[in-house]
């Protein structure tokens, strides 16, 4: 018999613990991730409302741990969460955790001042030019890789940095229309014919610990069943892009 | 490491299905899912079929194992057969078999009621006293339950022939074929009032095994993706089967 998987543990202490940083919710802005809804007071956003569905199928209730997103793959490795539920696979990552299937998509961008010189991308990538990215963030890699030439750091809110006058392009994804609404002074970078200039395009997968193959398997046919149900369909795209910019 | 059935399988030279035979498609409408070719006399249907092009590949021949379709899971699991060629996915049964990653046919769940019925909403149906028959051990036990919480749900091996025979209102079933509604023209598929199919779930079979052997697995996996890649999927799992059916959208 295989070693003891997590998938019974959960089912046998009937909780299923998933990692959050509750936000201010889409309304003011943020990517609706995991927030508190203000009508209900309840937990909702993509990662929640996918975490209910898998608790509910479980046969477990969910309990949200709030931890600062970059604690989120320490808080899974010291087993504090059971998963990540929409974390982006990269290999880098899948050194410490295992992915399973694609879950949530995301387009990673490059944001500058309404009134920013900057009208090419290649603009970016300068000696001296400074880029803001989300701490913890998958993306660094991505800015590295665009953007040799430039001075990269991260930062807790890297558009504000920008608004600030403090660095000259920020990278970052899940955009939404509210924010750039409350944020007239910026922009997102778009080539000559007005297209948006996409650095990368990125999926948010569930991840866990390394060496637990029954979960990861259990995972994936959730997965492929809510993908048929058309549940991933709705939440994890018509849902989330109803609030995108890009 | 643990001894995978995959090299079992091989030795043996045989790999072993569960089915549960029904008439051929021919003969009352079923669904094409395993039946005796009446010209052959061997076995036929979607899964007899899908296993012995897997069979072929792992060297061996193909054993069928005739038996009740609620048997089908604790044989998996009681090592009396190796592999379920044709469950549906759904997260209560992945707790206690593993799915390959590829899907195989389509089912649509859909209802059939009486054809002199005038209902075109499905919440008509969800009342205290109404019954909703559905096939013994299947999963749209569950589905029922979620549409339907007011009404009584009750199982049979014929459920369809309960709507037949007013014993029931509806039936929630799946794989309906062409040739099931013209030899039943007494029922009909739900359909709202502009005339669309109602459709309460899409889902997928997918081969199952015991959970525990990911060489095995993964073995299915690389030959799902091969067998896709041929088109052998596509022509038995979407041209061939939707060929029989009724219940397109």
Redesign the interface.
Known sequence: ??EKSL?QEI?GRKVLRIAVAFSPPPEEGHPPEFYIDQKSGEPSGVVCEMGKVMAR??GAKPEWVDIPWPEHMQALLSSKVDLLLSYTNTPQRAFKVEFADRLLPSQVVIMVTRDSAIQEKEEVNQPGKRIGIWHGSSITRIAETHFPLATISEYADPPGELEGGRIDACVVDAVTRVFMEKHPGLRLLRDKNGKLVVLAREYGHPAIRPGD??FL??I???L??HK???TIGYWCHTWWQSWMAE | MQRSLLDEIRERGVLRIPVEFNPPPEVNGFPPEFYIDPKTGEPSGLAPIISGIMAKDLGVRLECVDMPWPEHIPTLLAGKVDILPKHVNTPERALTVEFSNGRLMAYRVTALIPADSTITDPKALNEKGKVIAVWHGSSIREIIKREFPLATMKEFQNPSREVDKGRADACLTDSITKIFVEKHPGLKLLRDDVGKLVVFSHEYAQIAIKPGDQRFLNWINNWYQYHQAQGTITDWCETWWESFMADKE
């Open positions: 018999m295989p998938l089912r199928d479980l193959q029954r398997n259990w994936n046919n959730w492929q069943y048929a149900q058309s």
